[in-house]
């Protein structure tokens, strides 16, 4: 018998680091994550109509855009923030995250206009941020994807807009999961030192451009047989003002008298 059907087979693979996959496959998990996040419990929760709180919304972007009052951005956060903390826990904790970072980032940027003596603009823009960050994110947590599209149709937004803004979110959500499952792949196939770890990054940028490609005509041709024609259609149901559609209408438009109020202080 040779020699070497007599020798023990114990492979001990070498220990290799998987930092960047693992971070990658977190950092995808957290995305997808916020997508499925859009869940029922939220239209429960907040009965406020998802047109209401769209229109009113992009209304309290523009006031907070255009004022020059910092009495009136602040009077904005106090709001926002007291909004915010009837909210879940880990949501206040994920708009918040991304609303100091946003607002420590334009900080940052403004720091040399802060040190030739406008400190104060530095100040007013970064508030500004904060507040306009936290109110996106707010409708954002609080209204799922499908009402923000037809909030977006009953206000004849172009259709164009609102077919790529629908079908990017769509394809986020599932070329993140195809994307998931490959780093997976690759994780469990580097066993030992993988020394070509780094370059099989390549093949997975290339696999899902192809499958991209792959998807969006079967999108095309999916649409093209159903007769899609680009024209989103919205049922008209007859809707009755609720309590909390008055309390949040009253609440925007005291914050509007607020804001006409201050410009002409």
């Known amino acids: 018998m040779p020699e070497w059907l ?10 290799d680091k998987d930092a960047f996959i693992t971070k990658s496959i977190m950092t ?15 239209e429960k929760k907040f ?19 255009i004022s020059k009052s910092i009495a009136f951005t602040i009077i904005i956060n106090v709001y ?18 991304v609303s100091i970072v946003t607002s420590a980032f334009t900080f940052v940027i403004l720091l040399p ?8 603009s530095s100040i007013f823009i970064t508030s500004k941020v904060f507040a306009t960050v936290t109110a996106v994110n707010m409708l954002s947590h609080s209204t799922r994807w499908n009402s923000i599209t037809s909030a977006l149709k009953r206000f004849y937004v172009p259709d164009i807009f609102i077919l790529v803004m629908d079908i990017t979110i769509k394809y986020i959500f599932m070329l993140g999961e195809f994307s998931l499952n490959m780093f997976y792949a690759l994780k469990l196939r580097s066993v030992g030192k993988n020394k070509s770890k780094y370059t099989s990054l ?31 259609q919205v ?31």
């Open 113 to 120: 206009a802060a040190f030739w003596g406008n400190l104060f």
């Open 202 to 232: 390549s093949g997975i940028a290339g696999t899902m451009f192809i499958k991209s490609n792959e998807m969006a005509e079967d999108m095309y041709s999916a649409m093209e047989c159903r007769g899609f024609t680009g024209e989103y």
């Open 28 to 42: 995808l998990l957290g995305v997808l994550s916020r997508i499925r996040a859009q869940s029922v419990y939220k």
């Open 6 to 15: 007599l020798k023990d087979e114990n492979y001990i693979p070498q220990s």
């Open 80 to 97: 926002l923030l007291a909004v915010l903390s009837m909210m879940n826990g880990e949501e206040i904790i994920k708009i918040l995250k």
């Open 47 to 65: 009965k406020v109509s998802a047109a209401l709180k769209v229109a009113f919304t992009f209304v309290l972007i523009l006031l907070i855009s």
């Open 235 to 265: 049922i008209n149901k007859k809707y009755k003002m609720t309590f909390p559609d008055f309390v949040y209408i009253i609440m925007n438009i005291a914050l509007i008298l607020i804001f006409i109020y201050m410009e002409r202080v």
